[in-house]
């Protein structure tokens, strides 16, 4: 598990905690946190579904204020409020950029644009087409959660003029004046990820390519979520994270990773991790349902969780975004269709534990 985890991991909680200096907007209950987490930028808690420390959003100051995520259709008030709060105008803002385009992810993006007509959309070529026609992604989303709770959880969904967006594959540059964006195209959690490298800060904006980061753990957990998940890239993008020697990682769920050497090599390890235990019970019973290969992976995540913090897990706020049930529900697709590639179907099962 994560060595950045342990009891060093309380200490680099601290750590965040110090460098960070944070503008809390109070008042109301619901109402934004504003968290300033490097050169130039500033972390905008949505409070998704209610909690604090699940989502995050991050504006780039300079003379072409960018907005690196969107939150979901569900947080957008409390986004345009802390906009507001920054001084952000309805002119003012230039971009809008998303790692990737799930709803968490982009799903205010459309609703977004019409707030901040001067602001140009961006993402991964692959991803541009669904933002400005979201039907499909809206219809996938409601399976995986049910058209109900879907609607409570992401809000609505509306789609982005296809004028103002702009699609950007591995290597491209977005300018931003003042600063520029490196753009990395970081598949594993979805083919169309890409990861964002601040070239003022240094920072990189890593999405959920090396998964969620949970502050209040601390802790780590995979997002290998169906249909996309594929292991071998997502180890492969993490790497090519770690190879720009950032000076801090800036995850959407949540938050700043000061050490970001360390947690790359934690966030692969656990994908391995996480992996094998996966594909030991496929091997071991082909027939496992989700839900058993879902038991086994809370039981692995649990007993993670208490080495790294020297507690018992909370499983509900752990479960709270990217579920151990997705995980599981992606990394069984992933052997299964690897296998069915193959030509084979589960090896003979080994006696790995």
């Not at 995050?56 to 008030?77: F, I, N, Q, R, S």
């Not at 968490?104 to 959309?121: E, I, K, N, Q």
């Not at 409601?142 to 609505?156: D, I, K, N, S, W």
């Amino acid at each position: 598990m994560a060595p950045w985890l342990g009891s060093e991991g309380h200490a680099r909680s601290e750590v965040r905690h110090a460098i960070c200096e944070t503008v809390a907007v109070t008042g109301q209950a619901r109402r934004p946190t504003l968290t300033r987490v490097a050169d130039g930028i500033t972390m905008i808690d949505t409070l998704m579904a209610g909690e604090t420390e699940l989502n995050a959003v991050y504006l780039l100051h300079g003379d072409a204020p960018c907005l690196v995520e969107t939150g979901p259709g569900a947080d957008l008030a409390l986004v345009l409020e802390a906009l507001d709060t920054l001084g952000v105008g309805a002119n003012d803002l230039g971009h809008i950029v998303v790692t990737h385009i799930h709803l968490d992810h982009a799903g205010a993006a459309g609703a977004l644009s019409m707030r901040f007509p001067r602001a140009t959309v961006w993402a991964h070529d692959r991803g541009t087409p669904h933002l400005a026609d979201p039907r499909r992604l809206v219809t996938s989303t409601a399976r995986t959660y049910g058209a109900e709770r879907m609607l409570a959880f992401f809000g609505e969904t509306l789609p982005v003029d296809g004028h103002r967006l702009r699609s950007v594959v591995d290597g491209d540059t977005i300018s931003l004046g003042s600063r520029e964006l490196s753009v990395m195209h970081t598949p594993g959690h979805a083919s169309h990820h890409v990861a964002l490298h601040d070239s003022r800060s240094g920072a990189v904006f890593t999405g959920e390519a090396i998964g969620s980061h949970l502050p209040w753990g601390p802790a780590a957990r995979p997002a290998l979520p169906p249909p996309e998940v594929d292991v071998e890239r997502a180890i492969e993008s993490i790497k090519r994270i770690g190879s720009r020697h950032a000076s801090a990682l800036l995850t959407s769920h949540f938050g700043p990773v000061p050490d970001p050497s360390k947690a790359c090599d934690a966030a692969s390890e656990q994908i391995r991790s996480w992996s094998r235990a996966v594909r030991v019970l496929l091997e071991r019973d082909p027939d496992a349902g989700t839900d058993a290969v879902a038991a086994n992976l809370s039981d692995l995540a649990a007993a993670e969780f208490e080495r790294a913090t020297g507690r018992s897990i909370d499983m509900a706020r752990y479960d709270a975004i990217g579920s151990v049930t997705m995980n599981a529900a992606g990394l069984s697709r992933y052997w299964r269709k690897r296998w069915e590639n193959e030509a084979t179907g589960p090896p003979t099962p080994t006696n790995e534990a």
